[in-house]
């Protein structure tokens, strides 16, 4: 009932025959039973996944030319809160290479730091060893070569000799090889060490950069939801926009589930259904929104929680799957959808930052965003539900509580 129920209500706000088509079509699908015990699906080549990902995102990219076309759907604000968050997630992702480059920099200027010692240590200790040799070969050769040797009567004296000079000379010339090969290495040290530092120097000054466009561009994201808030208090629309948000979501949903049909899940691993309980919350915090209590004054209801967490916290995958939303909607800010197979999907909105893609294969427990408040939230917390078979289930029943640091 749900289900017919969002998708009469889309029908009503969408425009066209197309959509018409396209959501009863979605609708048929969706109503099939799903068998998790059916093995004889044939097994999808690389090419075939790789096909029905372009065409699911494919018909993402057509709702959302849908959404951005319907008379009324968004203000000249909201677009421009959706062009700020987005910034935001860029400049935060940059950061954050940045910061990992800076980390890895440092463990390289640490190493050759260390290098650049030992040779010069190893430097000092070969030079003072060239000056014994050359000393004792300066004292040694105050009498002429040739005459050492014929002044030596016993053949196995003289034999002994020739030993000691060539011992002598071989021991000097390799002592100068080893020298010069400290003084090359040395010397290449040294030039990774200055470079490293230059680049460095560059990195930090990029990272400063970035952090200044950072904070612009979330006073310009303030003022924004300020103008934005005051102008849905002057037209009432609180409720209206939250409700049309949720409208948004299910036409969204209607469209993955048809398009994940015949993507297979990930093998190898227990399914979504048979960890029930055992799950973990994808970030540690404390619910503040819960299951089925109410939004506001209204008669809307979450269908999913809202965690408590602090803005830039780790935000994990509860199973894995695919991805197969990663992107700014209304209403849920940069929005991570995940595919369990078997109908089942998990939704993580609000975020700061998107590290995965459509498309992408994520196992339990990978980060795959950072909490925020995107979405013209004015706390930072994460939104997290589940769906099966395109119907809202409680987190709650499915999930326990996650520890701050856990994997």
């Keep these: 009932m749900h289900l017919v129920r969002s998708v009469k209500d889309a029908l009503h706000w969408a425009t066209g025959t197309m959509v018409l088509t396209t959501m009863l079509f979605s609708v048929l699908t969706l109503s099939l039973p799903v068998n998790a015990e059916d093995t004889s699906a044939p097994t999808k080549s690389p090419e075939e996944i790789k096909q029905a990902l372009e065409t699911l995102e494919s018909e993402i990219l057509k709702f959302k030319r849908m959404i951005d076309a319907t008379k009324g759907t968004r203000s000249a604000l909201e677009t421009e809160l959706e062009k700020n968050e987005k910034a935001i997630n860029h400049t935060i992702k940059k950061i ?13 200027i640490n190493q050759y730091s260390t290098q650049q010692k030992d040779l010069t240590v190893q430097r000092v200790e070969q030079q003072s060893q060239l000056k014994s040799q050359l000393r004792a070969s300066y004292q040694l050769g105050q009498q002429p070569y040739l005459k050492v040797l014929l002044n030596q009567e016993d053949p196995n004296k003289l034999s002994r000799m020739l030993n000691y000079y060539a011992y002598m000379s071989e021991a000097r ?22 470079r490293q530092s230059a ?34 208090s002057r037209n009432g629309r609180q409720l209206q926009n939250k409700i049309d948000d949720q409208k948004r979501l299910e036409q969204l949903l209607t469209r993955i589930a048809a398009g994940t049909v ?93 590290y995965r893609e459509t498309g992408d294969s ?4 990978e980060i795959i965003a950072t909490v925020g408040d995107t979405g013209g939230q004015l706390e930072s917390g994460l939104y997290f539900g589940i769906r099966n078979a395109g119907k809202a289930a409680n987190p709650q029943q499915w999930c326990k509580t996650r520890k701050r640091g856990a994997a």
Excluded: C
């Design 199 to 232: 680049n460095m120097a560059l990195s930090r000054q990029s990272l400063t950069n970035q952090r200044s466009r950072l904070e612009a561009e979330q006073q310009g994201r303030q003022t924004t939801i300020k103008s934005l808030n005051l102008e849905l």
């Design 262 to 354: 015949n993507l297979p899940a990930q093998i190898d691993s227990a399914a979504f259904a048979s960890r029930r309980g055992n799950l973990l919350m994808p970030v540690a915090g404390k619910i503040k929104n819960r299951y089925g209590s109410r939004r506001g004054d209204g008669k809307l209801k979450w269908d999913g929680v809202m965690i408590a967490a602090k803005s830039g916290d780790p935000v994990h995958a509860v199973h894995h799957g695919r991805v197969v939303f990663s992107d700014w909607l209304r209403g849920f800010g940069l929005l991570v959808i995940i595919s369990h197979g078997e109908g089942y999907m998990s939704l993580y909105g609000h975020n700061a930052a998107l």
């Design 173 to 194: 010339s390799e002592r100068i090889q080893d020298y010069n090969q400290t003084l090359d290495k040395l010397a290449s040290v040294t030039e990774k060490l200055e």
């Design 96 to 108: 954050d290479v940045l910061e990992k480059e800076l980390k890895v920099g440092r463990r390289k």
């Design 362 to 365: 994520v196992t339990a427990g």
